[in-house]
Structure formats: structure tokens, C-alpha cells
């Protein structure tokens, strides 16, 4: 694989993690439908799912979690701390998106930064 390879690949699913979690927002958890059927019938699995991420959401579970992969990530070096720092970036858009903006903009900064760093072995 080449180098500029999994570089490419992020650029590519950036916008698609993007565009799921603007339909699960928009779709999902906003459209007055699923309010008005959730009601109701609050019994379904649709239901439970949206309650669920309601919690998630109230919680800032998404936007805590982006943070503790992307703040040991920006210390750690090679592969592990790249790995942990897009899993710190994936998290902190979906806070980002679903409304945990003060936190989810802090680890995706913090994540960014690391994924940017070049590793001492490319600087030579």
C-alpha cells in the first residue's frame, strides 16, 4: 500500500461518518414522526434505540469517550497513538454532530493535531 494511501481513505470516510450522523440526527432523533410515535408506542426497538441515544446524548457519553482516546493519544507514539487518535476523532464528530459541541470540539483539536504530527521516523 502506498503511502498517501490511508491518508486517502480517511479523506474518503470523513464525509461518510459524517453524512450517517447527520441522518441519524435529522432522521431519527429530530423528525416530529418518530416524537409522535414514540409516544405512543414507546415499546419498540426503534423507540428503545432513540431513548438510548437520548442518554448518550444527556451524558455526553460520546463527547467523554472522544476525550480519553485523544488525550492519550496526542502522547503516544507510532501506530497506537495514530489508531487512538481517529477513534478519538471519529467519537468527537458524532459528539460533535450530536449535540456534545463544547467537549466533541476539544478531543476532535486534540485528535487532529496528533493525526497531523508527523512520527520522528518521517522527519528525518
Same mark, same amino acid.
Given at each position: 500500500?502506498? @503511502?498517501?494511501?490511508?491518508?486517502?481513505?480517511? #479523506?474518503? %470516510?470523513?464525509?461518510? *461518518?459524517?453524512?450517517?450522523?447527520?441522518?441519524? @440526527?435529522?432522521?431519527? +432523533?429530530? &423528525? $416530529?414522526? *418518530?416524537?409522535?410515535?414514540?409516544?405512543?408506542?414507546?415499546? &419498540? !426497538?426503534?423507540?428503545?434505540?432513540?431513548? *438510548?441515544?437520548? *442518554?448518550?446524548?444527556?451524558?455526553?457519553? /460520546?463527547? !467523554?469517550? %472522544?476525550? /480519553?482516546?485523544?488525550?492519550?493519544?496526542? !502522547?503516544?507514539?507510532? @501506530?497506537?497513538? %495514530? @489508531?487512538?487518535?481517529?477513534?478519538? /476523532? /471519529? #467519537?468527537?464528530?458524532?459528539? +460533535?454532530?450530536?449535540?456534545?459541541?463544547?467537549?466533541?470540539?476539544?478531543?476532535?483539536?486534540?485528535?487532529?493535531?496528533?493525526?497531523?504530527?508527523? $512520527?520522528? $521516523?518521517?522527519?528525518?
Amino acid at each position: 500500500m502506498r @503511502r498517501g494511501s490511508p491518508l486517502l481513505v480517511m #479523506l474518503l %470516510a470523513l464525509p461518510l *461518518w459524517l453524512l450517517a450522523l447527520y441522518g441519524l @440526527r435529522f432522521i431519527f +432523533l429530530e &423528525d $416530529s414522526r *418518530w416524537v409522535g410515535l414514540c409516544a405512543e408506542t414507546s415499546g &419498540d !426497538w426503534q423507540c428503545q434505540l432513540r431513548s *438510548w441515544l437520548g *442518554w448518550l446524548i444527556h451524558f455526553s457519553v /460520546l463527547a !467523554w469517550a %472522544a476525550l /480519553l482516546a485523544a488525550l492519550p493519544a496526542f !502522547w503516544l507514539a507510532g @501506530r497506537v497513538g %495514530a @489508531r487512538l487518535a481517529l477513534v478519538g /476523532l /471519529l #467519537l468527537g464528530l458524532a459528539a +460533535l454532530v450530536l449535540y456534545s459541541a463544547t467537549l466533541g470540539a476539544f478531543a476532535v483539536v486534540i485528535a487532529s493535531l496528533r493525526l497531523v504530527r508527523a $512520527s520522528p $521516523s518521517e522527519s528525518n
